[in-house]
């Protein structure tokens, strides 16, 4: 049995050959289902890396690009290298970059978190949108994130997560737990949705996962929370000694 596969032989929830499945409504799905919010939330991860002129910019479990889009067009001097488990996700993202233009300046590389083929302190800046909750081994591939950021570089993930209490954390669950499945369901075809739903509920509270990153050589710097918690931005520095 392979280890992107389950016992019955299907792909393993969360694994790079799950998003193969669901890669060409992707996109779509992401707008509708976070309400068109996704990308604001990107372009605030895209400021807090604060990059200067020639930084290269490392982006995990990049998908279809939409974040190292955004970081190549806010910063045209910046060059990136996108990451991603799933080929089906990275051929859409190859196409985009060519249509937008930003073939030269984005390359797209299929790779796992947990082992990152890239040499020590060579990215000036890491970003992850919507991808640490299915690294099985979150701490191996938070550690990996800090070894290939170098010493004074920003690191910015962006993660889903569960709603906090009150009446607009309610609405915000209703969606989560009901809607996102449903909806997402529908639209792909693809039960692979209601992984999404159970992936979220399972994902630590914002403080708690904010220690995992700590105990794995990132300093956090802040925390920012989005629709009542129902998504939140880790932003945070490698937590290298001085002079390593």
């Known amino acids: 049995m392979s280890a992107t596969t389950d016992p019955t032989g299907a792909p393993r929830a969360g694994s790079g050959e799950m998003f193969d499945l669901i890669a060409h409504r992707y996109d779509l799905l ?7 919010l996704d990308q604001a939330w990107r372009r605030r991860a895209v400021r807090e890396l604060r990059l200067g002129s020639g930084a290269r910019v490392l982006d995990l479990a990049t998908g279809t690009g939409d974040l190292a889009f955004q970081v190549a067009r806010k910063h045209p001097e910046v060059t990136l290298v996108g ?3 799933s080929r089906e996700m990275l051929v859409r993202a190859e196409a ?3 249509a937008f233009g930003l073939d030269s300046r984005v390359r797209f590389v299929l790779g796992d978190a ?3 083929p890239l040499e020590d302190a060579s990215f000036d800046a ?9 690294v099985p081994d979150r701490p191996r591939a ?6 290939v950021t170098r010493r004074g570089g920003r690191v910015a993930i962006l993660e889903l997560g569960e709603p906090r209490s009150g009446f607009f954390g309610a609405l915000a669950r209703f969606h989560v737990h009901v809607v996102v499945p449903r909806v997402g369901a529908a639209l792909s075809g693809a039960a692979e949705y209601g992984y999404l739903q159970r992936s979220i509920a399972a ?13 794995s050589g990132l300093r956090v710097v802040e925390i920012v929370p989005f629709a009542f918690g129902a998504a939140n931005l880790y932003v945070a520095e490698p937590a290298r000694a001085e002079g390593t």
């Open 114 to 116: 947990e082992r990152l």
């Open 203 to 215: 994902f630590p509270p914002a403080e708690e996962f904010g220690a995992v990153m700590a105990g």
């Open 96 to 98: 985009k970059a060519r």
């Open 142 to 147: 938070l550690a990996e994130i800090a070894r």
């Open 126 to 134: 890491v970003s992850m949108a919507f991808g640490i909750r299915n």
């Open 30 to 36: 992401n707008r509708i289902l976070s309400l068109g």
């Open 83 to 85: 990451l991603d488990p």
